[in-house]
């Protein structure tokens, strides 16, 4: 029997979700700089290539195995097609239309659509005040941090618009669907593996008619040192993460991961890149602080106890 899921999550929890905050909030700087010398859909198939390399590459060496079990890849292509292809290509179609700022605050609102989804779908995940109200608030601080500037192209292109909600969609469906392979004995790394080698062979095709990579030139040393950046720190050890965390404390506390990012991009901007940290950046911490505080509700429960 399975150990029941972690719903409030410890130090060791949060611990995880930070660092996991910074791994994919690494990827905007490794992605800014792939990106001068390859194109989009290229970049995705590098990146979900080589992770999965990578991780076929590890349980070769520590002599694990994906478990046999009937259904178990068509639900890993499923996964795959939720987590990876389809909200990547969303993405990647939503940034020829509207700012990156505007689509990371649409990005935000995976947590939202987790809380429904995990609410409809799971027992124990159920939606409360506190939930939603945090999530709320953590949306709002997204905003505030980038600035009011991605808002103003809010009108700009309804279909992008759609497009980036869309993809939080399927990351929410994604985090709960996930669940099910703990259930079936399957461990975190080798879901990771399956779904990055699934990611792959999906996004292959898309790749080879749109972007025709053998028509590409050789990337510098500096690019392949981002991608391969990329695809170990920001997608093999970030997905293992987060699979884990979907083990031990559920799919709706796991998505909290895109309320963190911003944040975690923003400071590594500034450390790394030289970006300045204005005002508004440290507003929109402090309410994405508020509403993981609300979201976690341990706070709350001390001031009824007294």
């Known amino acids: ?60 060496v520590t002599r694990r195995a994906i478990p046999r079990r009937r259904g178990l890849w068509p639900a890993l292509f499923l996964l795959a097609l939720l987590n990876t292809a389809l909200p990547f290509l969303l993405f990647a179609y939503a940034q020829t239309e509207i700012t990156s700022g505007l689509a990371s605050i649409l990005n935000a609102t995976t947590p939202l659509w987790g809380v429904v989804v995990a609410h409809v779908f799971t027992p124990d995940e159920k939606a409360t005040p506190a939930k939603l109200a945090g ?46 392979f703990r259930a079936w004995g399957v461990g975190p790394l080798e879901v990771a593996t399956g779904q990055l080698v699934a990611g792959a062979l999906l996004i292959l095709p898309v790749a080879l008619f749109i972007d025709a990579p053998w028509r590409l030139a050789v990337p510098g040393t500096t690019t392949l040192l981002a991608i391969a950046g990329l695809a170990l720190f920001s997608t093999t050890v970030a997905y293992f993460l987060y699979f884990r965390l979907i083990e031990r404390a559920g799919a ?55």
């Open 135 to 180: 999530v709320a608030t953590g949306i709002a601080g997204v905003a505030v941090m980038i600035g009011g500037g991605a808002l103003s192209g809010i009108g700009a292109s309804l279909p992008a618009q759609l497009a980036c909600l869309g993809a939080t969609f399927c990351y929410a469906l994604a985090g709960v669907y996930g669940r099910r």
């Open 1 to 60: 029997m399975t150990p029941p899921i972690k719903l409030r999550m410890g130090a060791a929890e949060w611990g995880v979700l930070v660092l996991l905050s910074v791994l994919w909030g690494g990827s905007f700087f490794f992605l800014e700089v792939a990106l001068r010398e390859v194109p989009p859909f290229t970049l995705v198939l590098a990146r979900l290539g080589l992770s999965a390399l990578f991780m076929l590459a590890f349980i070769a």
């Open 252 to 306: 709706t506390n796991a998505l909290l991961v895109t309320l963190l990012i911003p944040v975690t991009a923003i400071l590594l901007g500034t450390l790394l890149l030289g970006e300045v940290l204005l005002p508004r950046h440290l507003a929109g911490m402090g309410l994405i602080a508020a509403g993981l505080v609300a979201i976690d509700g341990r706070l709350f429960d001390r001031f009824r106890a007294t």
